[in-house]
Each structure stands twice: as structure tokens, then as C-alpha cells.
């Protein structure tokens, strides 16, 4: 630099710092940037900076000034002048040692400061970065900085110019990022955040810009960031701005989807199926890539070709297909499962393409299915390998049966079916199927049968059914006797959910009958394992609802005689875990609901041996459950509540069974309001929301009824409210008493019931968010700040 | 290097291997799978097996029907069961220096070999393998001779008459050197002729080579082998496991760097996951006691019978079968729950440290405390007056043609309550089943193999990487049920060579190196010369020594002196005659260099010619030729010695000697 410029230097950077001398003319201060910038084009600018400190001074010296008092355009022109000497790599070392940087671009910066809001600021601050953003150093900061957010927003800036400088900013270090690879990734994932978020029409210029750099990305072999370059694909391609643009989008995709590998296609075929509006070309093809990996499958292993169009379409490509699925056992395992997935998740959608090939899909997954517990027999030697990888596979297995079981809705699968339970018969069989197979499998099994085109007749299950149960029936005998629980307890779950469904058909009730299932359960009931009992529980209650549990007369196991609602019982009042506790009340409160022959016996005495065990339990969710056993059994005494809406059709009321005082002498008789009241004031909340609403159902069936006399001796309710008091605080031990109907009506009357349903329903953290409690918390850590010091002197 | 191989059995193996001067057998297993063509020996008396019809040629003769009996379409020999033995044409089992056994099954033919072929070896084994082989061996040895048979049927076995029989008796092979089961006398006798090892412990053979057992994982006591000289390794790979069961896990890291690797005794049921089939087990049996059926498991009295009593430990309270009692019933039941307690070092860790406790390493001791399981040596006896239904039975022999299994089979046959459930992989359940037809009993078939798989295998080649791998037929193809399943045969670079039966296989690898040690005076009398940079030579003169397949350099005797002494003439008479040493030389001759030293010499009119191999330097005036090649030189003059060692005292400027 000239030494005269150098010797003028300090004293004009005095005068720019100092706030009170206003710079008149802005267009002074671009031309000296232009200076600045043919000084620093010309040598280096560390140098520069070394020997004229005075412009570091400025710089700290704007940072430093209080935000209100700095001119925007020395700040403007500080940010430019920053980013002209941060181009060169040493110099932005340099600036950075003394986090000058960080304060001039970071979030800390003039970003949070009141002057942001002039554009001059803004377009400076971008300017700036453009500058910086030459070298990866420039880029890593950019990144870490914030400032790309910070980017982001500013495209959608009112000022023209600072939002298509921020645009070209954002291509630059895309630009940029492209000829490092490693950023490519960086760079990508950036763009996608952008398109996602970002509908405005510019960005339609922005994908202008980069189309042919993707375009130039696709060139290369292998694509580099190809997961990335998917994702920004498919971002771009749900922007709306692109909905009815022709921009190449759809071309670039199409070639992409040809030379991506199998694995990488699948997620980008998967994404432009799901799009609303995409050429019809372009979603077969991406079917045709999506699909190719199952045709490759049954090519491979079945001697008929199959339904001719979609085999011949996919055929070319396939190759490369063949040989990532053969290349080695992980690959093919991965392309499979993946495959599978992307099938699964395209399937319920309406925009899957039309006409879906079922049956092609279905023998597939029969085949899979085949190929993983080594009963396929391939004709050709890639059956052969493909039968060597698969073997034993449980990943692809698990696949293929969830796969399967989303299959099970198809009209076009019915030829299949025998093909379908035979595989399934045959996963459920086979000792080698791990318990999550099973678990599948048993999940597969169970959407086909409740899928069975059941015709108008309810008796007839068609033609597969018996057949099919004859034979799962010992299968799931087996299994229920399994030594691991995992699978005990799988079995039980497709037994309630089958019984549930098929318990009144004839040939489930035959088969179910005639086999030995209905007597395992009951022995499962006392497993070891709580999780296996719980099941048993719901098993045998739905068994029970249908009148299918056993009915043996066998010696052997004495607990039968004493009844299943006995052995429930037992369970209830004995059980060391909550979970077959909790089976146990929902089995009761079912059957209450469905009037179960043994509870219709006697109703009040169930309802009152029930509810004894369940007030003692430890277990919240027993207690809740219980409460909704009463709730059935009001229900059931009282009638449907009110309809809260004026509208709703009124059901015919059902009469009480007897006068209204003699129907609350009977409840309190059962402990059914003490069980009630001591659950308002639950611990738990559940428990006390649910009394609380029991409480206002019992309020409101019995408001209307004014045939009772209104207390007229308030002393009574006195000592009721006096006793539920003490509960509230704690003191439980105390009895309520017998409280006759007049008194409990004052005591339900007297009770703030909404108060305390607006006061539970209040989130439990409601305490923890208050101010109150901020305060509190932050006296609490001064405090413990304190004995902290105290304690290390 | 050679091997023979006896036996066509994969799992059962019985190979030789000559290697150096010694001759080793690998193994003597005995196929038992020839039983299954003859009728069960019941241990009460069955009408229903006296009852069956003879078997008569299609054209009604009936010269047979004592010796063929038909049973539901399958024709049974009607005789004391006969084994297959090991070939015993191929060589000379005299020969035979030692018989290495590496677990208790690969042992049952060792009476046959050690008592009737003139063998006068050692038998190498590991404690366990001695002790419960002993016990398999008293176990079949019981169950053949307590039931008596006086028929030995010989007839069928005429070439002639065995091609007129159905399958599979048409169809068995070498039934003519089918023998009767050994005596007790017998197996003692071989057996005193086992030394026993331990793992890693190393055994000279005569010098010549040293081998090693090593833990196999698959059994108490079970082992591979190495095999090696100084400078060839030869591993033998039979019966591993690589899972965790209850012996010492198998011992791979040893197993690097051989030559060769024989490979035997893989799982016999490569599709099966021993996991999945004992829950399979489980779940069978405890359906069938929850209905009131009784279980019957054909078994040995040893090996997996271990773990399924582990297994049903933990599972018999679980699934509400703690009332069911648990039979044991063979000869030797006791003493193979009790051996399996005290052999604590040949355990797996786990097993091991539950000693120092202490506790018994296996929990079947709690359930014999607790009563749950109950042994016997036969039905007969005590059992009878303990017997309680439903019940689970454990007993022999798996191929249910002797043993008390066949009483139980007999018994519970009828109903379909019960259930036989099948654990051990030797024999096919369906034959072995074959002449309890019809059958209403259930029949599940869990094979429990723990021995390596395809899988295993081929990670465990790339991991020791041998440079050739022999392996019986059987591995080098897929079984013949799932030809398509590539996977399921070994697949290695280079292929592995197969053998089969009664085949001689040279083994690809040649000797190279043999060790010779150099005696210490010996080696201090030597002065290496540098003859390049970094390579030293030095001469040596000695007497080569060889004794018992080691070899000595030893210093040469001083010349012989003219003694009197008797006895260093005796001495002096065995020592080959020593001549007086002369140097060795080493070098090139420069041609032009020693054309000049000649010149000096006085040598005039002097030629150089040029030849293929070297020069020819000319000395026209003395008529001498001196011819200098790479690796000789020649001094040709014609009779004039004189001139012969000038000349040859100047060539010998030109080298080094020492």
C-alpha cells in the first residue's frame, strides 16, 4: 500500500469509529471497499492487516460500540470490508483468532442487533460472507456460525435485493461445496432443508441454477452423496412451485432412477410414487426399478414366468439386479428387506399405481417366505444361491410376513390362498422360526383369516378355513407350550383376537373344541411368566364370553372344578405382578358388559367380591380398570348418562331396577361408593379423573329423582364430609360407613365435583411450569450454590 | 504323504494318514447304521415280533423266511445285529503306529482294530473320551448279550441271494465283513492299550513327528489333532462345535497355518438349529405329558442327554411339569451322570468356576436330588416298582434295535397319547421306526447336531487358512435331499479333495526341509566368510548322525592314527575314511586381467576366444588351452605337469578360498 494511504489510514478509521462524525455519502465508503478489495487482489491481506493494525481497531471497535450508536453503514461497510479480507485463507486465521468473525457474521452479531432491520445492514452482512466464502474454512464456518440459517430467511427478504443476494450466496456455497466431495453431502442436505421449507417462486431460479450441477453430479460413477442427491430430488419435486414447471425435474429423475444401484433406486422409486402429481412415465418406471428385485426372485426360483407384462417391462436392468442380489448374502438381504418395506408403505396408499399387481406381489412374498425356511426348491442355480442366502434369514423373514399380512385386503389373492396359509402353516410349524418370526407370522395369520371373504352366511368361513384350522390348531398347541414366553404369549393373542372374531362360527368352534388349546390356556394361566399370564387371562375371557373354555373333567387339575371366575379371582387377589391383575378386571368388566352367564348368576356379588380386591391393590391401573367396572355396572343400574348434546336422540331410559333409594342403599351396601370416594382422592390421577367422573354421572342420574327427602338434618353430611376430609389428607384407615341415600346425595351435593375435575385436569407438570416454581427453583440453586461454597471453605 | 480312508461315514470317520516314517490312524468310528436292517431285540418276550411272517422270494420260495422276517412291507434280518467295520483290506492294520480318537463316538470300532489285526501301537485319548467311550461300549455290549439269541444269520449275505432281496437290504454294502459286537474281554483289552492325554499336550512319535490334541468344543473330552514335523502341519478337524454347550469351546487359533486340513465330522443335519429344535423338544414333550401321554427319548447315555436335562431344568417348572417324573434307564445311567460331574477341567467356563463354589457343574444333580429324575441300569428291578405315568423315559439305544427302548416302544406303541421324540442324528427315524409299524404313537423328529455347519466351516477355513482341505465326498456336494442348496457344502480355494471308502488319496504336498542339529563343538569350529553383503557361508565337515528320526552333525574324527588299542580300531572301523579337507573356492577370473598376469608370466602369443558359455584362452607357443566357463575352469596342456600347475597356481590368484 501507498505509505501515504497507510499514514491517512488511522485517522480515517478513527473517524468511521467514532459514532458522533456521521459519514455523509455512502458511495465514498463503496468506493473505498473497491480500494480495499484491488489492494487485497493485489498482495497479501494478513500483511496488509499487520501493517496497518488501525483497521483490526475499526473492526473490534464497531463490535464493541453499544448497538444503538453504530452507523448501519459503517457497520455495512465494516461486514464488506471483514469479508474482503477473510477471502484469503490466512487472514480469516487470522481474524478468527480473535473471534472477530464469530462477532461481526455469528448470531451474537448485528444479526440480534436493532440496526438488522435496515437492508443496507443485511445486504452488507451477506456481501460479506459471499466474500468470505472461498475457501472450506469459509465454508465450516458458515456452517457453524448459523449463518446458513440465518441465509434461509433472509430468501425471504422484503428487499429484493438482499433476498437474490442471499439466493446467490446459497448457490455459491453449494457451488462451492460441490468440488469438495465430502460436502457434497452437506451442501445437498442443505438444499433439501431449503426446498422443503421454502415454496416461494424463486426458488424455481435457485433449481434453474442447479439443475446442471446435479445434472454433472449424476455423470459420475459411483454418484457421489446419492442419498443426499435422492432426497433433494424428491424435496424439489414436492415443492408445490415445481407442481406444473417443466424444468427437467422429471427427465433428471428419470435418469437417475437408471443408474442409481438397486439399493439406492428403491428409495428414490418409493419417493416419486408417493408424489401427487408426477408424469404417469415416470411412475411406472420408478415402479417397474421398485419391483424389480421381487421379480429377479420369482424368476429365480419358479418355472411359470409369471403374469407376462410387468416381468417382460422390468426385465431390462435386471441384470445389475441379479447381481447385487447375488453378490452376497448382506446385500441381498438389504435390497430385500428394503424392497419389502417400500412395498409395505406404498401399498394402503391411494396414489399407488394402478392396476397393483397382488397376485404377482403375494407370490412373492410366498416365495421369500419359502426361500428363508429352505422349503423352495429353485429351478435355476440363482434359485439355488438365492436360496443359500436366504436360508434361515429371520430379518427377510420378518420382513416378508409383515409384508404379507398388509397383503391379506387384496380381492385378486384369493387363488393364493392355499398357497398362503401353506407358508404360514409352515413359518408357525418350523422349529427353526425365532419368537419374533413367530410373532410375525402369527400377525400374517391372523389379517388373512380375518380378511377370509366371508359371504353373507355367518356359519360358512369358505373353503379354506377348516381346512386351514384342522391344521393350525396343533401348530398352536405346540406353540403355547413352547419354552420360551415370548412365543406362550404370542399364541394367546392370536388366539383372543381369532376367538374374538370367529368365536360364534361353527368350524372355529368345532376345531377350537376338539383340540387341546382351550385346556392349555387355562394351564397358562399360572405361568411363571406375568406377561403370559396376562394373555391367558384375556385368552380364557374371550374363550369364556364365547363359551369356548374347556370343559374337562379331568382329575387332574382341581382348579377347573372351582370355576374360571374363581381361578380369575384367585389371580386377582394373589398375583404378585400388576399385568395379570389388570387382565383379570378388564376380563370381569367385559363380561359384565356382555352379561357373562357366571356374572349374570349374581351380579351384586361379583361386583362387591371384585371391587373388595381391587380397592387393595397397589396397582393404579387395577384400581382405574375397577372403576370402570362400577361405571358399567351405574350404567347398567341407572341408565345411559344424559346426552350432553340437545340434539342427540334419546334412548328409551332404562327404569331402575327399584326405587332409586333402595338402588343407592344397594350400592353403598357393595362398597361402591366408599370404593368411589377413597378413589377421588387416589394418588394416582387417573384414578381420581375417572372417580371424579363416576361421581358426577352417580350426581346427575340422581339429581332428577327428587322423591327423596333433602336432608334435613345437615350433621349427618357433616361427618361424611369430615371423614372425606381426612381421606384427602391422607388418613384413609377410617371407614366411610353406611350412608343412607339421603345423606349420600348431600354428601354428592355438597362435593365440589367440577372444581376437582378442573383441578385434575390440570396436567400433572402444571406446578413445574408456573412462575412460581421458576422462582422457586432458581432461589433452590442460589441456595445450593451457597452450601456449595460453604462447603469447600 | 498319504491317507487311506476306512470309512465312507462322514461323522464317523476312520482314516490313515502316512506322514514321514509313521503310520497314524485317525479315528476308528464304527457304523452302526447297519442294525437297522435287522430286527429289534426285545428285552421281554414280544409276540408281536415272534409273530411276523417269513420273508419268500416272489416266486413263493421260502428258503429264507427263517433268517428274513416282514414287518409292515420292510424285510428284517432276523439275527444278532451285525456293525460295518472300518476297511481293514486297504493296509495293513499291523503297520498302524498309533490311533489318535478324538471324542467317545469316533471310538467304537477300536476292539475290532486293536484285537484282530495284529496292531501293536498306542491309542492316544483324553480322559473323558476313554471313560465314557468305555461306557458306550459297556452300555452295547450289555444290550446285545443279555438278550441272547442263538440264530447268527449268514445266508442272506450271499452275493448271489442279497440281489435277489428288496431295498434296503439289496442295497447294503460290504455285508460280508458285517460283524457281531464285540466281547467285554475284547474292550477292555483294547482299551488298556489307550494312553491317555490332555489338550495341548505335545507327543513325540518315534522323532519323526509330533502330535497334539487340541479342544473340539463338541463333547467332554473331545479334540482335533495336529499332526507335524519340523516343517509340515497337518490338522485334523473332527466333531467341532462352536457353540456354547457344556465342554471346553473348541480351540481354533491352533488350527492356522497347516498344510493340510482334514475335515470330518460336521453336523449331520446342516439345516437344523440345534436352539430352535430343542425348544421343539420342549414344547413336544411337555404337550404330550399335559395330556397324558408318556415321552420316550431314544438316546445315548452321554453327550446332548446332558444338555436336554440342563434344558428341561430350567423348563419343567415353567411350563407346571415339576409332578412328571424322569427316567434314566441304561447299564451305565449312574456312572455317566457322575463322570460328567468330576471331569470339571475338560468343562466349559462357566461350568468350571460353578466348581470352585462349590457346586455340581451340572444342575441334573438337583434334579436326582429333588427326585425329579430317576436313573436305572435296566427296566428290570427297581424301576418296575417305581414306574409312575405319565412319564418321560431317556433310554437306549437310539436305534431302537436293542436296549430297553425296544420294551418301551413295544409298550407304548399303541397309543397315540405318547410320543417318541427323536434327538440323537445318527439314524433316520423312519427306519429306525420301521419295524414298530403300524405305530400309533406320536413321532417327532429334533435332531440335536452341535457339530460345525456349512457356515461355521467355511468361516473357520478363512480363518486358519490351510493351504489344502480333505474332506469325505458327502461335504463336496449339497445332500442329495436339497440339491439346489449350494450353501450346504464346503466351499474353499482351493476346492477341497474328497476321499470316499477304501480310497487312497496322495496328499498335493511335498517335503521339502528336514532339521538337522549341528553339535556345539561343531558349530564353534566353524568361521563363516562373508561371501556377499549379509550372507556368510562356512564349510562343514562332519559325520551326519541319524537315530530315531533325528539327525546330528557331529565333528569328524581326527584322520586315523595307527593305534594299537582295539578298541579305537573299532571305533575307527565304523567312521567312513577321511580324507584330508581341501579349500573350497569361490570367484570369477577377469579375462583380461589374468591374459595380463600370463603376459607377466612370460606367456606370449595369447589368444582369447570367446564361447557360449565363457572364454578359451589360447597359449599357441605351449599348445595349452586354458577354457573358462561360469562354473569350471580347464587347464588342457598335453602331459606337461609343470606347466599344468603354474598355470593353475595363477587361476587360483584369481579366487577366494576358504
Known amino acids: 500500500m501507498d505509505p501515504e494511504c497507510s499514514r491517512l489510514l488511522p485517522a480515517l478509521c478513527a473517524v468511521l469509529a467514532d459514532p458522533s462524525q456521521a459519514v455523509a455519502d455512502d458511495t465514498c465508503l463503496e468506493k473505498l471497499l473497491d480500494w480495499f478489495k484491488t489492494v487485497t487482489e493485489a498482495g497479501s491481506s494478513l500483511l496488509l492487516l499487520q501493517e496497518n493494525p488501525c483497521l483490526v481497531d475499526l473492526l473490534s471497535h464497531v463490535l464493541d460500540l453499544k448497538p444503538q450508536d453504530v452507523s448501519p453503514r459503517v457497520l455495512s461497510f465494516s461486514l464488506c470490508l471483514a469479508g474482503t479480507f477473510a477471502a484469503q485463507e490466512d487472514c480469516f486465521e487470522y481474524l478468527q483468532q480473535g473471534q472477530l468473525l464469530l462477532g461481526l457474521f455469528g448470531e451474537a452479531g448485528p444479526l440480534s442487533w436493532a440496526a438488522w432491520s435496515v437492508p443496507t445492514v443485511r445486504s452488507g452482512w451477506i456481501r460479506g460472507l459471499r466474500s468470505l466464502a472461498q475457501h472450506p474454512s469459509g465454508l465450516h464456518f458458515l456452517g457453524n456460525s448459523g449463518a446458513v440459517d440465518a441465509l434461509f430467511s433472509l430468501q425471504g427478504d422484503s428487499s429484493l435485493f438482499v433476498a437474490s443476494a442471499a439466493s446467490q450466496l446459497l448457490v455459491h456455497v453449494l457451488a462451492l461445496s460441490m468440488q469438495a466431495a465430502p460436502q457434497v453431502t452437506q451442501a445437498l442436505n442443505v438444499l433439501t432443508t431449503t426446498f422443503g421449507r421454502c415454496h416461494s417462486p424463486w426458488t424455481e431460479v435457485l433449481w434453474g441454477q442447479l439443475s446442471p450441477l446435479v445434472a454433472h453430479l449424476l455423470e459420475s460413477d459411483p454418484i457421489p452423496a446419492a442419498h443426499s442427491l435422492v432426497d433433494l430430488l424428491l424435496s424439489v419435486a414436492r415443492s408445490p412451485v415445481f407442481a406444473s414447471a417443466d424444468c427437467g425435474l422429471w427427465e433428471t429423475m428419470a435418469r437417475m432412477l437408471s443408474c442409481l444401484s438397486p439399493t439406492q433406486a428403491g428409495s428414490l422409486a418409493l419417493g416419486i410414487l408417493k408424489l401427487q402429481h408426477c408424469p404417469q412415465a415416470l411412475r411406472s418406471q420408478a415402479f417397474r426399478v421398485l419391483l424389480q428385485p421381487l421379480v429377479c426372485i420369482l424368476r429365480a426360483t419358479t418355472q411359470a414366468p409369471g403374469p407376462p407384462g410387468l416381468l417382460d417391462e422390468t426385465s431390462a436392468g435386471s441384470s445389475m439386479m441379479v447381481d447385487t442380489l447375488l453378490s452376497s448374502k448382506s446385500a441381498c438381504v438389504g435390497l430385500l428387506c428394503q424392497t419389502l418395506a417400500h412395498l409395505e408403505e406404498l401399498q394402503p396408499l391411494p396414489q399407488r399405481p394402478s392396476p397393483w399387481p397382488q397376485t404377482l406381489l403375494v407370490e412373492a412374498a410366498v416365495i421369500i417366505l419359502q426361500l428363508c425356511d429352505g422349503s423352495a426348491v429353485p429351478s435355476s442355480s440363482e434359485g439355488g444361491r438365492l436360496c443359500g442366502a436366504l436360508a434361515g434369514c429371520s430379518r427377510v423373514q420378518r420382513a416378508a410376513l409383515d409384508f404379507l399380512g398388509t397383503l391379506s385386503q387384496g380381492i385378486s389373492s384369493r387363488e393364493l390362498m392355499p398357497q398362503v396359509f401353506a407358508v404360514l402353516l409352515e413359518t408357525l410349524e418350523s422349529p427353526a422360526s425365532s419368537p419374533m418370526v413367530l410373532k410375525k407370522a402369527f400377525q400374517a395369520t391372523l389379517r388373512w383369516l380375518l380378511d377370509l371373504p366371508s359371504p353373507s352366511s355367518c356359519l360358512d368361513l369358505g373353503p379354506h378355513a377348516p381346512l386351514f384350522l384342522r391344521e393350525l390348531f396343533p401348530v398352536l398347541q405346540k406353540r403355547l407350550c413352547s419354552p420360551c414366553w415370548e412365543v406362550r404369549d404370542s399364541a394367546l393373542e392370536f388366539l383372543t383376537h381369532l376367538t374374538a372374531c370367529w368365536g360364534g362360527e361353527a368350524d372355529f368352534r368345532e376345531a377350537l373344541l376338539a383340540s387341546e388349546v382351550p385346556k392349555l390356556t387355562w394351564q397358562l394361566l399360572r405361568d411363571p411368566e406375568s406377561y403370559v399370564r396376562a394373555s391367558a387371562v384375556t385368552a380364557m375371557g374371550q374363550l369364556s364370553s364365547q363359551g369356548l373354555e374347556a370343559v374337562s373333567e379331568s382329575p387332574g387339575h382341581p382348579e377347573v372344578q372351582q ?46 367380591t371384585v371391587l373388595q380386591m381391587v380397592s387393595q391393590d397397589l396397582d393404579w391401573e387395577v384400581r382405574a380398570q375397577g372403576l370402570e367396572l362400577v361405571r358399567v355396572f351405574l350404567v347398567q343400574t341407572l341408565g345411559q348418562p344424559n346426552p350432553h348434546c340437545p340434539y ?131 432461589l433452590a440453586t442460589v441456595a445450593v450454590l451457597e452450601e456449595n461454597v460453604a462447603d469447600c471453605y | 504323504m498319504k491317507l487311506y480312508c476306512l470309512s465312507g461315514h462322514p461323522t464317523l470317520p476312520c482314516n490313515i494318514l502316512k506322514f514321514k516314517s509313521t503310520t497314524i490312524m485317525l479315528d476308528c468310528g464304527l457304523d452302526m447304521t447297519s442294525t437297522l436292517n435287522f430286527l429289534p431285540l ?31 412291507g420292510h424285510v428284517f434280518v432276523d439275527s444278532v445285529p451285525e456293525f460295518c467295520l472300518p476297511e481293514t483290506e486297504l493296509i495293513d492294520l499291523s503297520t498302524v503306529d498309533v490311533i489318535l480318537i478324538s471324542n467317545y463316538h469316533c471310538m467304537m470300532a477300536l476292539p475290532y482294530i486293536t484285537e484282530h489285526t495284529g496292531f501293536t501301537g498306542t491309542v492316544y485319548a483324553t480322559e473323558p473320551t476313554v471313560q465314557i467311550g468305555r461306557l458306550l461300549m459297556e452300555e452295547l455290549v450289555n444290550f446285545i448279550e443279555r438278550v441272547p439269541k442263538a440264530q447268527s444269520a449268514s445266508l442272506w449275505k450271499n452275493k448271489d441271494i442279497q440281489r435277489l432281496l428288496p431295498s434296503p437290504l439289496k442295497d447294503a454294502v460290504e455285508v460280508s465283513t458285517w460283524r457281531r459286537c464285540y466281547t467285554m474281554q475284547e474292550v477292555n483289552s483294547a482299551l488298556s492299550k489307550i494312553q491317555l492325554v490332555g489338550y495341548s499336550q505335545k507327543i513325540e512319535l518315534f522323532g519323526a513327528v509330533q502330535v497334539t490334541p487340541l479342544s473340539s468344543g463338541y463333547a467332554l473330552g473331545s479334540s482335533n489333532w495336529i499332526i507335524q514335523s519340523h516343517y509340515e502341519k497337518v490338522s485334523y478337524v473332527s466333531g467341532s462345535s462352536l457353540l456354547t454347550t457344556h465342554p471346553q469351546p473348541m480351540d481354533q487359533a491352533s488350527l492356522k497355518n497347516s498344510d493340510v486340513l482334514v475335515l470330518t465330522g460336521l453336523t449331520q443335519i446342516p439345516t437344523a438349529n440345534p436352539d430352535g429344535m430343542v425348544g421343539e423338544f420342549c414344547s413336544n414333550l411337555a404337550l404330550t405329558v399335559r395330556n397324558g401321554g408318556n415321552v420316550l427319548v431314544p438316546c445315548y447315555p452321554s453327550g446332548v442327554i446332558y444338555d436336554l436335562l440342563e434344558c428341561l431344568y430350567q423348563y419343567i417348572d415353567s411350563a407346571g411339569l415339576s409332578s412328571v417324573p424322569f427316567y434314566f434307564i441304561s447299564p451305565v445311567a449312574n456312572s455317566s451322570l457322575e463322570f460328567s460331574q468330576i471331569f470339571a477341567e475338560w468343562l466349559c467356563h462357566n461350568k468350571q468356576s460353578k466348581v470352585y463354589l462349590p457346586e455340581p457343574p451340572f444342575p441334573h444333580a438337583e434334579l436326582i436330588q429333588t427326585n425329579k429324575l430317576k436313573h436305572y441300569p435296566s427296566i428290570h428291578g427297581d424301576f418296575s416298582n417305581d414306574f409312575r405315568q405319565p412319564c418321560v423315559v431317556f433310554t437306549g439305544h437310539p436305534s431302537l434295535r436293542f436296549g430297553d427302548v425296544v420294551h418301551f416302544m413295544e409298550l407304548w406303541g399303541k397309543s397315540s397319547l405318547n410320543t417318541v421324540i427323536f434327538t440323537e442324528p445318527d439314524f433316520s427315524y423312519l427306519e429306525a421306526l420301521a419295524p414298530y409299524q403300524p405305530l400309533a404313537m406320536k413321532c417327532i423328529y429334533c435332531p440335536i447336531d452341535t457339530r460345525l455347519n456349512f457356515i461355521q466351516v467355511s468361516k473357520l477355513l478363512k480363518e486358519v487358512q490351510p493351504l489344502h482341505v480333505v474332506c469325505p465326498e458327502q461335504y463336496t456336494q449339497p445332500p442329495p435331499a436339497q440339491s439346489h442348496r449350494m450353501d450346504l457344502m464346503v466351499d474353499c480355494q482351493p476346492p477341497p479333495m474328497a476321499y470316499r471308502r477304501a480310497e487312497v488319496l496322495a496328499l498335493p504336498f511335498k517335503r521339502r526341509y528336514e532339521k538337522i542339529e549341528i553339535m556345539p563343538e561343531l558349530a564353534d569350529s566353524l568361521v563363516p566368510m562373508e561371501i556377499k553383503p549379509g550372507i556368510s557361508l562356512a564349510t562343514v565337515s562332519a559325520v551326519l548322525h541319524t537315530k530315531d528320526n533325528k539327525h546330528v552333525l557331529q565333528p569328524p574324527p581326527r584322520p586315523a592314527q595307527p593305534t594299537s588299542s582295539k578298541k579305537r580300531k573299532r571305533v575307527s572301523e565304523d567312521v567312513p575314511d577321511c580324507k584330508v579337507l581341501k579349500p573350497l573356492l569361490s570367484g570369477s577370473i577377469p579375462v583380461e586381467q589374468f591374459v595380463q598376469t600370463l603376459e607377466k608370466h612370460g606367456f606370449s602369443d595369447i589368444k582369447v576366444e570367446d564361447t557360449a558359455k565363457g572364454h578359451i584362452v589360447l597359449l599357441q607357443e605351449a599348445e595349452t588351452l586354458i577354457q573358462i566357463e561360469e562354473d569350471s575352469t580347464h587347464i588342457i596342456c598335453d602331459n606337461d605337469e609343470m606347466l599344468r600347475v603354474r598355470l593353475r597356481d595363477l587361476v587360483l590368484k584369481f579366487l577366494q578360498k576358504f
Not at chain 1, 349420600?744 to 385436569?761: C, I, N, V, W
Not at chain 2, 414280544?46 to 433268517?67: H, I, M, Q, T, Y
Request: with cysteine; aromatic share 6%; net charge negative.
Open chain 1, 563 to 608: 370355576g374360571l371366575i374363581g381361578e380369575l379371582l384367585h389371580i386377582l387377589s394373589m398375583d404378585s405382578e400388576g399385568f395379570p391383575r389388570r387382565a383379570v378386571v378388564r376380563v370381569f368388566t367385559e363380561w359384565l358388559r356382555d352379561s357373562h352367564a357366571d356374572v349374570a348368576r349374581d351380579t351384586e356379588w361379583f361386583v362387591a
Open chain 1, 648 to 778: 342427540a336422540v334419546t334412548l328409551p331410559k332404562v327404569t331402575p331396577p327399584g326405587p332409586l333409594p333402595e338402588v343407592l342403599r344397594t350400592l353403598c351396601q357393595l362398597q361402591i361408593i366408599d370404593f368411589a370416594f377413597r378413589a377421588l382422592f387416589d394418588c394416582d390421577r387417573p384414578v381420581a379423573q375417572k372417580a371424579c367422573d363416576l361421581l358426577l354421572f352417580l350426581r346427575e342420574k340422581t339429581a332428577p329423582c327428587s322423591g327423596l327427602q333433602e336432608p334435613g338434618n345437615s350433621s349427618d353430611v357433616t361427618s361424611v364430609e369430615a371423614t372425606l376430609h381426612r381421606w384427602q389428607a391422607g388418613e384413609q384407615s377410617q371407614p366411610l360407613g353406611n350412608l343412607e341415600p339421603e345423606e349420600l346425595l348431600a354428601a354428592l351435593r355438597s362435593l365440589d365435583l367440577e372444581g376437582f375435575q378442573g383441578r385434575l385436569a390440570e396436567s400433572s407438570d402444571h406446578v413445574e411450569k408456573s412462575p412460581q416454581s421458576l422462582l422457586q427453583d432458581m
Open chain 2, 42 to 72: 426285545p428285552l421281554v418276550q414280544s409276540p408281536r415280533l415272534c409273530n411276523l411272517p417269513g420273508w419268500s422270494l416272489k416266486d413263493g420260495n421260502a428258503f429264507l423266511d427263517k433268517e428274513l422276517k416282514e414287518c409292515s
